[in-house]
């Protein structure tokens, strides 16, 4: 058994009528839209209720699935203590989960409970289906911070879980969209809360589950959207599966965006797939390496093939003499969706030839940076890649010689040494870059260092 239906809803405190007081008038739409889903729902008589939630626990770079028998919660935080609940978890669906996730080795599962009460994310949705059913599970499942393709990824684990585990399970995506819509909103606005709505509300009235992948992080981040990751959790519930969309609502009254969509499976469809690694995605990948710089196309042939196969990508011969002929220290770096992923290099030389360093920084940068965890093949169609080649670098006398747009900086106190190098964006005056430079070999703001500086030539 598949998921049997799936919806995306919001959670404004404000809907529910104890807290509202009378204000929940202004979103009488939402409300609308909100029974009808529970009334939906009512009708399939699902076995479990899995709800994603932005404000239930949250990592960086793990899924937290509340763990336990059983949770309690209620609106005491909103001045309404009487509006309570008392949920019973679907022990066995979350035990099959985490046992995918750990055959996987993907970060999910029941560690890490900070706060085991109710969120109101995960409320105000059973709120209205407690109205009209009762007859359920539950199963809370956490955001994270880590890039989309792996909440996708996470979604695609759920229901694999549901499928090996026979249940009827209904899927709910609790978030908010903009919370920047409105001058007179309580966060103000932004051009790009407008443009979120618009975008996300068309993109789930089609179910066009892939497209979700495409938001730029800090395209949401500017628009102060909190649904996004609970949205492609979802969508990668479906994965393989044709969905048939509808809008129920759609409010921007109060400054915050609240849309309301239902998904119903119809029937398996390998299109939509869309983390799959396919041979027609193979070739997206190797298209990406094909068009680019020759530099950036070898630094992904070798992470793509030490990720997909685990093997050090062989030297190629068809590489300018440049590559092959030079020794010189290399930073390879990886974004996704314009966030950092990835950035591992080296100062000095340390293999025989420029095109060596590139190859296994490259695999360092993907794998082995200690700031994230190791890139996932699903993730490969999505990374933007550059190479910075250094040159040899100098001593100076002072940060007067520095220029944080054309020089990079190493910073030196005995054998401690740290690197960063130039025209980072965020990074706009050399005493932040030197700052940072400090940081990242262990020396206190205070300490004197030697300071050297080096040009880079930047492929991308």
């Not at 396919?278 to 070739?283: A, F, I, P, T």
């Amino acid at each position: 058994m598949s998921i049997i239906a799936g919806y995306m809803v919001p959670h404004p405190p404000m809907i529910i009528p104890q807290v509202g007081r009378g204000s929940e008038a202004q979103i009488q739409k939402t409300i609308d839209a909100y029974k009808q889903v529970a009334n939906e729902i009512a009708s399939f008589k699902p076995e479990t209720i899995i709800i994603s939630s932005p404000h239930s626990v949250m990592y960086t770079d793990y899924f937290h699935i509340s763990p336990g028998k059983e949770a309690f919660g209620d609106f005491a935080d909103f001045c309404a203590k009487g509006v309570s609940f008392h949920e019973t978890y679907d022990e066995d669906l979350v035990d099959e989960i985490c046992s995918i996730a750990d055959k996987e080795d993907f970060p999910a599962g029941t560690l890490g409970q900070r706060d085991a009460l109710l969120d109101h994310g995960t409320m105000i949705p059973l709120y209205f289906i407690r109205q009209v059913y009762s007859d359920f599970r539950l199963v809370r499942i956490g955001l994270s911070g880590l890039p989309l393709a792996d909440h996708y990824a996470f979604g695609r684990i759920i229901q694999q879980a549901v499928e090996e585990a026979g249940k009827r399970v209904v899927y709910i995506a609790s978030g908010d969209l903009s919370h920047k819509l409105q001058s007179y909103g309580p966060y103000g606005f932004t051009p790009e809360g407008p443009e979120y709505d618009k975008r996300i509300m068309d993109v789930c009235s089609r179910a066009a589950f892939g497209e979700l992948l495409d938001f730029d992080e800090s395209f949401c981040d500017r628009a102060a959207e909190c649904g996004h990751r609970s949205f492609v959790i979802m969508a990668g519930a479906f994965d393989g599966i044709a969905v048939e969309a509808k809008q129920l609502s759609h409010e921007d009254i109060t400054g915050v965006g609240y849309g309301i969509c239902t998904f119903h499976p119809a029937g398996r469809d390998s299109s939509r797939c869309f983390l799959d690694y396919s041979s027609g995605q193979d070739l997206n990948t190797e298209s990406q390496s094909g068009s680019s710089d020759p530099y950036v196309k070898l630094a992904r042939d070798s992470l793509t093939s030490y990720i997909l196969r685990r093997q050090v990508l062989d030297l190629p011969t068809n590489l300018p003499s440049e590559m092959t002929s030079r020794r010189a220290g290399a930073f390879v770096s990886i974004h996704e969706h314009g966030q950092l992923r990835g950035c591992i290099g080296t100062i000095v030389p340390t293999q025989d030839c420029l095109a060596e360093e590139i190859i296994r920084n490259a695999i360092s940068a993907s794998t082995r940076d200690p700031r994230f965890r190791p890139v996932r093949k699903e993730e490969l169609p999505f990374l933007e890649i550059s190479v910075d080649v250094l040159g040899e670098p100098e001593d100076i006398k002072s940060k007067a010689d520095l220029n944080v747009k054309r020089y990079g900086v190493i910073v030196s106190k005995g054998m401690r040494r740290g690197l960063l190098l130039p025209d980072l964006e965020g990074v706009d005056t050399v005493e932040q870059q030197i700052e940072i430079a400090k940081q990242k070999a262990g020396i206190a703001p205070s300490e004197q260092v030697s300071l050297q500086r080096f040009e880079v030539v930047r492929h991308s």
